[in-house]
Nanobody
Framework: QVQLVESGGGSVQAGGSLRLSCAAS????????MGWFRQAPGKEREGVAF???????KYAGSVKGRFTVSKDNAKNILFLQMASLKPEDTAMYYC???????????????????WGQGTQVTVSS
């Protein structure tokens, strides 16, 4: 089992920055993929940024160049640095992790077994 706890959400004006953190505990050595997803009211959960155990990253087109995903392997913390925030980035942000071996990056919610409780990000214009 893996437990995930997000933090760092908040309210910011458009153009601002935020850094989200996700602390992982439990059987963290089993994790092959970690990712950030977001869900706005009335919309489906969508993948934002992903990183594998080797440090390779992948981003959704809507955030590429603005968001950076990274992880501190020693402390088992996943980060999402968000810059140039837009009102459309407003959503609940979730951290996810998965121990399975996939062909390519799992970019859908179904590709992740473990989830955090979410942290709210609100961007005002």
């Amino acid at each position: 089992q893996v437990q995930l706890v997000e933090s760092g959400g908040g309210s910011v004006q458009a153009g601002g920055s935020l850094r989200l953190s996700c602390a992982a505990s439990g059987y963290t050595d089993s994790i092959n993929y970690m990712g950030w997803f977001r869900q706005a009211p009335g919309k489906e959960r969508e993948g934002v940024a992903f990183i594998d155990s080797g440090g390779i990253t992948k981003y959704a087109g809507s955030v590429k160049g603005r968001f950076t995903v990274s992880k501190d392997n020693a402390k088992n913390i996943l980060f999402l640095q968000m810059a140039s925030l837009k009102p459309e980035d407003t959503a609940m942000y979730y951290c996810a992790a998965d121990p399975r071996t996939w062909i390519g990056f799992p970019a859908q919610p179904s590709g992740y077994e473990y989830w955090g409780q979410g942290t709210q990000v609100t961007v005002s214009s």
